[in-house]
């Protein structure tokens, strides 16, 4: 079936180091793809999206870049700081299905002083 | 501040037994409402999705007469857990899709966790 799945289910990088985190789609027909940021306990939030029709988008301290063609998203993160630890999950939303959210697995983004 | 809130944000209840979760959506109307579970160190699972007025959208897999949803207006959706057993302990989150200062997104409650004993 159709899956969002990451690469990498732990990193851990040093505080003020840059943050990569990957995430792998099969759905061709997805359009759309955001990346939520959760911590322990809490619902997801909203980061950063980005539709089909682009392959980059930034915002603050985080750039998403999108390749179609392998299908693969990445969430970047600067300067990462402490309160970036969390875990980050990918979703994606097709053109069917009633616009629902597939989200991927998850990696837990570790920030060490 | 919140767009979404659920409550209670945290339950215990002893097999058997039923439990409700509300979800309401905070300043803006929220026309369709989603209903996720997410096991420790696990993905969100989407369960079902709710229009307000009509009857929830179950995926596959997913019981609707133990999984009760009501989405009777366009503030508020309720998941009701029923006959509650150890195995539906975990971590349930609504989610809102409205307009909100003229943005049309998803926004995510803070969650209620669940323990069944």
Redesign the interface.
Known sequence: GESVGLHLPTLSVQEGDNSIINCAYSNSASDYFIW?KQES??????IIDIRSNMDKRQGQRVTVLLNKTVKHLSLQIAATQPGDSAVY?CAEKGTGG?N???????TQLKVEL | GAVVSQHPSWVICKSGTSVKIECRSLDFQATTMFWYRQFPKQSLMLMATSNEGSKATYEQGVEKDKFLINHASLTLSTLTVTSAHPEDSSFYICSARGELAGVYEQYFGPGTRLTVT
């Open positions: 939520y306990g809490k619902g997801p939030q909203f999950f009633g629902k959210l597939t989200f991927g697995t998850g």
